[in-house]
Nanobody, 121 residues
Framework: QVQLVESGGGLVQAGGSLSLSCVASGRTFSSPVMGWFRQAPGKERDFVALHWRGVGTHYKDSVKGRFTISRDDAKNAVYLLMNSLRPEDTAVYYC???????????????WGQGTQVTVSS
């Protein structure tokens, strides 16, 4: 079993920045795809960004140019740098790992517990 733990969430004013971290533990971690999803109250879990090892990255249109996903295999970690945050970015952010490239949440094999990001006006 692979365990994912997110950190870095918090309260920030609109226009500010936050950096989220997700660290894998428990077993050897080699999932080729890692992603970030978010879920606002009363809403479905929504794709934010993914990193495909050796290939590239992909982002939700509304976060392009503002968010950056990166991966450090030596640390078994994936990061999400969020700049120019907006109130609509408020959600619980989850990291995920899997073997299949997808912007849907269902194909991912492992999930973290989530970290709250709140952006105030």
């Amino acid at each position: 079993q692979v365990q994912l733990v997110e950190s870095g969430g918090g309260l920030v004013q609109a226009g500010g920045s936050l950096s989220l971290s997700c660290v894998a533990s428990g077993r050897t971690f080699s999932s080729p795809v890692m992603g970030w999803f978010r879920q606002a109250p009363g809403k479905e879990r929504d794709f934010v960004a993914l990193h495909w090892r050796g290939v590239g990255t992909h982002y939700k249109d509304s976060v392009k140019g503002r968010f950056t996903i990166s991966r450090d295999d030596a640390k078994n970690a994936v990061y999400l740098l969020m700049n120019s945050l907006r109130p609509e970015d408020t959600a619980v952010y989850y990291c995920a790992a899997g073997r299949k490239l997808s912007t849907d949440h269902e194909p991912y094999d492992y999930w973290g517990q989530g970290t709250q990001v709140t952006v105030s006006s």
